[in-house]
């Protein structure tokens, strides 16, 4: 377990399951000096079809467990959380419980980026059922650009080809096509798709080839029309905690900053090492722990 210490302490990043790697990945990339712990609730992934009050009680679980590992600050690294649970954890257990400490999602940040690529403010969210459902990203993108038009389409099917490994295989193929066209059908116009699931990175070549190719046949660039852009958040992410860190130097301050990261999840660590390969550059070493 981290070695406590109540005035300095790492990073914390948290995900139901192993695509906030590909978050905590972008920022280790962008700010490596700090020390990190990540969290995967990998026992009771995934977190997109559950209720909005069982995502709650899950994520303030982990949040209380990297609070006590001694994380000043928290990235929720799961769009599932930070679309069910971050506002209520920001609003009425920070403020009570833990009022020097710092919860922040992934949603907002990666709707900032859209006023720097997107033309035509016509944007389509591929994500979980539980996000799309939230309509969080909806919802934040018209605060920010209220003369967007924003169409969701859910993608049962991702994280699950993502997590079995079959994300660069040909059977890959039919589901990422058939998502783009259920999408792509709601909005022609689309300029900019943001991928609001932290597993979707991986299949981003996959998602490039079929856009080309769905693009091509609606005659799109035809037209004059730019390709279609993709949102992945991990750069995105990164980019966002260190803008913060500079603005919030009370909390700078409290990080460590020894280059250092630790894994911990609710599953077996061993099968925690083995997954997180999919995500991660390196070879690493896995923690048990409880959350429940």
């Not at 769009?79 to 403020?95: D, E, G, M, V």
């Not at 016509?122 to 939230?134: D, F, N, P, R």
């Given at each position: 377990m981290p070695i406590i210490n109540s005035e300095m302490g790492p990073i914390g990043v948290f995900d139901s399951g192993y695509g906030g790697l590909t978050i905590l990945e972008g920022i280790r990339k962008r700010l490596p000096q700090y020390s990190y712990i990540y969290l995967g609730d990998n026992a009771r992934a995934p977190y997109g079809t559950r209720s909005f009050d069982v995502v709650y009680e899950f994520t303030l679980q982990a949040v209380k467990k990297l609070f006590s590992f001694g994380c000043p600050l928290i990235i929720l690294g799961?769009?599932?959380?930070?679309?069910?649970?971050?506002?209520?954890?920001?609003?009425?257990?920070?403020?009570?419980?833990?009022?020097?400490?710092?919860?922040?999602?992934?949603?907002?940040?990666?709707?900032?980026?859209?006023?720097?690529?997107?033309?035509?403010?016509?944007?389509?969210?591929?994500?979980?059922?539980?996000?799309?459902?939230?309509?969080?990203y909806k919802l934040e993108i018209e605060k920010l650009y209220p003369d967007s038009t924003i169409v969701g389409q859910a993608c049962p099917m991702w994280v699950s080809l993502v997590e079995n490994s079959e994300f660069n295989r040909p059977g890959a193929d039919y589901f990422v096509k058939d998502s783009l066209e259920k999408l792509l059908s709601q909005d022609p116009l689309i300029d900019t798709i943001i991928l609001g699931c932290t597993h979707f990175p991986l299949l981003l070549d996959k998602i490039n080839q079929q856009l080309n190719n769905l693009t091509t046949s609606l005659n799109r660039e035809a037209g004059g029309r730019a390709p279609i852009q993709v949102i992945s958040q991990g750069e995105y992410i990164a980019t966002s905690l260190e803008d913060y860190l500079k603005r919030h130097p009370e909390i700078n301050q409290r990080l460590i900053q020894d280059g250092t990261c630790q894994y911990f999840t609710s599953e077996s660590p061993t099968k925690f090492r083995e997954c997180a390969s999919l995500f991660l550059n390196e070879d690493i070493t896995a923690q048990h722990v409880a959350l429940a």
């Open positions: 799961c769009n599932t959380a930070s679309a069910k649970a971050l506002r209520t954890i920001q609003q009425q257990y920070l403020p009570l419980h833990a009022p020097d400490r710092r919860v922040l999602g992934v949603i907002r940040p990666t709707v900032e980026a859209i006023g720097s690529i997107s033309s035509t403010r016509h944007i389509g969210v591929l994500a979980t059922e539980g996000t799309i459902k939230s309509e969080s």
